[in-house]
């Protein structure tokens, strides 16, 4: 297991991503004065991004049908939790855009290649005790298997 959003687990079999950019911004307005330079004040932080990109070449790993489940999950619009392999917990996030290209095509239409990015966007302040219970879970199933 590479990653999980929601139910959802990225891995070697179903959507193998290849890399990750992770953006995090903080808020700092500025606000004019006269006869000096305008002032600053930091409000904490802004949005924060993570985009997931990969090929598939469904031959060997992944396809259509598994993207297509991420499609689903993005319909939905709920915020996921998002866990990487080694147990990081991300927060709470929202698919907000999956790209796909296809290339290099069988005698039937169906791709050999199949670029992807998938953009989340952090939102879990709203769900910061489904976070809670996730995270303690999580230690409760570490500490299980080192029994």
Known sequence: MMMTLGYFVFSRKTVPFQSTEQTMLWRHPSN???NARPVSQFLGPGDE???LSGVLVPEITGNDLTLGLLVKMAD??????LIDGTGKVYGHYVIEKISRSRSAFFD???PRKIEFSIELKRVDEQDLPGLLQLTSSINLLRDLRNL
Do not use: E, I
Request: aromatic share 6%; charged share 20%.
């Open 49 to 51: 991004t993570l985009t």
């Open 32 to 34: 004019a004065r006269v």
């Open 108 to 110: 039937d239409g169906a």
């Open 76 to 81: 939905k619009g709920a915020p996921y939790p």
